[in-house]
């Protein structure tokens, strides 16, 4: 018998994250007895039913997909018991009830994009660089009744660049990831594993989800803090602002920007300056140079593109 096939992996997952990981066990060659992935939700303008990222591969390899949309109902733990899986990996999925993560023998581990105990939660990789963070990392910890509180197995750490956003930090420890993964995998396999208790102190820094609110910017917030904002976010959910002037009032994604240190001018902070090619806005220690933004039913734009049809007076403000 292969040594790998003494294993029998249930992987979960959903999005293009988890899909990584989930590759990089299938290319080791590693006994993936059953992918669980959240079921097709309609999407898109003609709300046509869509496959997770998770549940496209998983199909592309021959993988057995469940999707149960109650992770207690008697049919799918029954099912998963058939499995007769010793090991469950998780990776951007959901919560799971004692009865899911307790079942294998070897247990059941998460992986995390955050050096935990800092950022539980469902957002660490946003939270990170919107808190100004220079260092994150991923965690491989075995899952117990809380949220992300399990002990660790192991850890990775990587530096978060001065312009770095979420999309590109998201990549990097989805790569530092996987690898992890099959660190911890490797140990689990030759009984080696030695875990360490998280902290539990009160001042850990939480990443909790994101909401449509905690998108909007707030232009009276120190200059640092708008771009790592306004970084932090893109290119998914966006950071956004409502742009006024004596007749309009616009709902304004922004995607890029950069910022333009300048601690002498007298500006209220929200005020507007458009040129020809470039739309500032003036903050406490200088501007924010707005790069990419989307109008309402446009796509996202480079905003040097947007400008010769956004007609705005001369006292444009956001708000």
Known sequence: MNKKEKLRIVFMGTPDFAVATLATLVSHDYNIVGV???????????????????????ISQNLNVLQPTNLKSEDFINELK??????QIVVAFRMLPK??????????????ASLLPQYRGAAPINWAIMNGE????????????????????????TTIQADENAGALHDKLMNLGRALV????????SNEVKTTKQDMAASLKSAYKIHKETCEINW??????????????????????TLNDDENEIFLKIYNAKKELDATHQLQPGTVIKSKNELKIAVTGGFINLLEI????????????????LKMSKTAYVS
């Open 82 to 87: 058939s499995l007769k899986a010793n090991l």
């Open 36 to 58: 669980i992935t959240a079921p097709d939700r309609p999407a898109g303008r003609g709300r046509k039913l869509q496959q997770s990222a998770v549940k496209q591969y998983a």
């Open 220 to 241: 009276e917030a120190p200059i640092d803090q708008i771009y790592n904002h306004i970084r932090g976010l893109s290119p998914y959910p966006a950071s956004w602002t």
């Open 182 to 189: 099959l660190q911890t995998v490797g140990l689990i396999e």
């Open 294 to 309: 989307q109008l309402p039913g446009k796509r996202k734009m480079k905003t040097k593109d947007v400008l010769n049809g």
């Open 99 to 112: 009865v899911v993560w307790s079942m294998p023998k070897f247990g059941t581990f998460n992986l995390h």
């Open 134 to 157: 220079t260092e994150t990392g991923v965690t491989t910890f075995f899952i117990d009744d809380k949220i992300d509180t399990g002990e660790i197995i192991l850890q990775a750490k």
